[in-house]
């Protein structure tokens, strides 16, 4: 089993762990969507590993793994750790301040359309009011 550690805006200094089976390092920098207590939090996979110090009746499943934006750089996550260093903050409050809100949400990203079609008014060349 694979663990996903992710990086949560919420004020307690450090990252928490959730299983994922699919999970790999190829996922680090990807948004996530997880339960924390009763609420569904987005955040960001800060790492991935085989083992965990957690007891397994603690353990949750993460719930999604958004894959509809590029993954943050790891130039990226390593300066929000050196701010979290530096301010003395913890890296998720970092990390979801730096991001636009949006993608501080828990829903995924809608895509543009994928194609465009013109109307039957518009072959006609009329103007739609």
Do not use: C, K, N
């Not at 009763?38 to 499943?61: C, Y």
């Not at 958004?66 to 130039?75: M, S």
């Amino acid at each position: 089993m694979r663990f996903l550690r992710v990086a949560l805006d919420v004020p307690l200094p450090q990252v928490f762990d959730y299983r994922h089976a699919g999970a790999s390092a190829a996922d680090i920098g990807r948004r996530v969507v997880v339960p924390f207590g009763a609420r569904r939090l987005a955040g960001v996979v800060v790492g991935v590993g085989d083992e965990t110090d957690v007891p397994p009746e603690r353990l949750r499943d993460a719930q999604a793994l958004l894959d509809d934006l590029a993954p943050l750089g790891a130039d990226w996550l390593a300066l929000a750790r050196f701010a979290a260093e530096y301010y003395q903050r913890p890296l998720g409050e970092v990390i979801h301040a730096a991001l636009p809100p949006r993608l501080r949400r828990t829903e995924p990203l809608r895509s543009a359309p994928a194609g465009y079609a013109i109307t039957p008014a518009g072959q006609l060349g009329r103007a739609h009011v």
